[in-house]
């Protein structure tokens, strides 16, 4: 079975941290861009971030680019999202999306929450 597996979220008070990750069962994502995606209540699903697999070039939406960084680590077959400096308007569910090709995997989900 292919699956894409996000861990790491959690509830932070505004101004803190949490490291989300990205990995799969099945596959390896080495050779997959790695999106980043979240979706808040009554919301759609909107891009955060993603990084290609060719050159570990990465992207990241106006509103968390300088307090959000993703990497990877392709000999831990995971990828990164480093969330800093958090507000409580990043509170949604993120996924992780792998694409290579016409192959597009989607994760699960996990809850990032922000609140006092």
């Known amino acids: 079975q292919l699956l894409v597996m996000e861990s790491g979220g959690g509830t932070v008070q505004p101004g803190g941290s949490l490291r989300l990750s990205c990995t799969t069962s099945?596959?390896?994502?080495?050779?997959?861009?790695i999106g980043w995606f979240r979706q808040a209540p009554g919301k759609e699903r909107e891009g955060v971030s993603c990084?290609?697999?060719?050159?570990?070039?990465?992207y990241y939406a106006d509103s968390v680019r300088g307090r959000f960084t993703t990497s990877r680590d392709n000999a831990k077959n995971t990828v990164y999202l480093q969330m800093d400096s958090l507000k409580p308007e990043d509170t949604a569910v993120y996924y992780c999306?792998?694409?290579?090709?016409?192959?597009?995997?989607w994760g699960q989900g996990t809850q990032v929450t922000v609140r006092p």
């Open positions: 990084i290609s697999a060719a050159d570990g070039g990465t």
């Open positions: 099945g596959f390896t994502l080495n050779y997959y861009q």
């Open positions: 999306k792998g694409a290579w090709n016409s192959y597009i995997y």
